[in-house]
């Protein structure tokens, strides 16, 4: 099973600066990673998709990066509806795998 | 406009049984792929089963065996029939939809609760 780390936990930013996720995997999942954004009592929204894709609808403002087994998740110049709960998760085998979670807070 | 409701969530007692339901709209269930993912009350997401359009069908280590998921092309439905529940099987379950039947969760349902509890 491939593990997901995501760090920080808990990263809390204002609005207007930059957030920078980090999702580290146990094993290559070469660019099969995708990003959700989860608001409370929400759904979890597709954000990024194949490391570097936005979603239909996703602001410019945020963009994926990385390859292999380190990716990135940038949000810059923050907008309050930003803040939630970011999620990793790859496609590469089985188990489907999600990572812990980064909590983007003010 | 795609659209996932879920429901047939509830309370259940150990060891007992319930199928969740998912209704689809705006685009055909059997040409996708589709999934069910779970997440326990104040933890994160856990994938627990995913059927591709040519009828695959894969499960997380932890409900094989006792889960089931299905769907009903002719009523563009998807089904989870969960057996032999346990406490930690308790989550609010969401299905969802890939992304050009991919395991990239495109579309997501709103969710229906699960309590598993005596």
């Known amino acids: 099973e491939i593990v997901l780390t995501q760090s920080p936990a808990t990263l809390s930013l204002s609005p207007g600066e930059t957030a920078t996720l980090s999702c580290r995997a146990s094993q290559s999942v070469s660019s099969q990673l995708a990003w959700y954004q989860q608001k409370p009592g929400q759904a979890p929204r597709l954000v990024i998709y194949d490391a570097s894709n936005r979603a239909t609808g996703i602001p410019a403002r945020f963009s994926g990066s990385g390859s292999g087994t380190d990716f990135t998740l940038t949000i810059s110049s923050l907008e309050p509806e930003d803040f939630a709960v970011y999620y990793c998760q790859h496609r590469t085998n089985w188990p489907l795998t999600f990572g812990g979670g980064t909590k983007v807070e003010i | 406009e795609v659209q996932l409701v879920e429901s047939g969530g509830g309370l259940v007692q150990p060891g007992g049984s319930l199928r969740l339901s998912c209704a689809a709209s705006?685009?055909?269930?059997?040409?996708?792929?589709m999934s069910w993912v779970r997440q326990a009350p104040g933890k994160g997401l856990e994938w627990v089963s995913l059927i591709y359009s040519g009828s695959n069908t894969y499960y997380a280590d932890s409900v094989r065996g006792r889960f089931t998921i299905s769907r009903d092309n002719s009523k563009n439905m998807l089904y989870l029939q969960m057996n032999s529940l346990r406490a930690e099987d308790t989550a609010v379950y969401y299905c969802a939809r890939g992304r050009r039947d991919t395991s990239v969760f495109e579309y997501w349902g709103q969710g229906t609760l699960v309590t598993v509890s005596s």
């Open positions: 705006g685009f055909t269930v059997s040409s996708n792929c």
